[in-house]
C-alpha cells in the first residue's frame, strides 16, 4: 500500500519554540509525535481495508446472498408441500369422523 502518514518535525519544533517552549521539550515533543506517528503507519495501515478487499467481501456476500435466498425458497417449497399434505390428512380425518357419527 503507498499511504504513508508524513510529518514535518523541523516545522513543528518552530511552532513549539515560538509558542514559549525551551528547545530540548520541543525537540522531545517532535521525537514523540513523530515515533507514535511512525509505530502507527508500521502497525496500523496493513490493518486498513483496500478498495481491492472491500471488493472481495462485497463479491463474498453477494454469492452469500444468492445462496441464503435459494435456501429460502426451497425451505418455502417444502413448507407448503407439508401444510398442503397436512390439509389432505385433515380432510381425510374430518371425513372418517363424520361418517362414525
Not at 32 to 43: E, G, H, R, W
Not at 78 to 91: C, D, R
Amino acid at each position: 500500500m503507498g499511504t504513508t502518514i508524513t510529518f514535518d518535525t523541523h516545522a513543528f519544533v518552530k511552532q513549539l519554540k515560538s509558542a514559549g517552549f525551551n528547545d530540548n521539550q520541543a525537540e522531545v515533543q517532535a521525537q514523540t509525535i513523530n515515533q507514535a506517528l511512525s509505530d502507527f503507519q508500521s502497525n496500523r495501515l496493513n490493518e486498513l481495508a483496500t478498495k481491492a478487499d472491500l471488493l472481495t467481501v462485497k463479491a463474498e456476500l453477494q454469492t452469500e446472498i444468492t445462496s441464503t435466498k435459494a435456501e429460502i425458497a426451497a425451505s418455502r417449497s417444502e413448507t407448503i408441500k407439508w401444510v398442503a399434505g397436512m390439509l389432505v390428512v385433515q380432510a381425510g380425518v374430518v371425513a372418517a369422523l363424520v361418517k362414525l357419527l
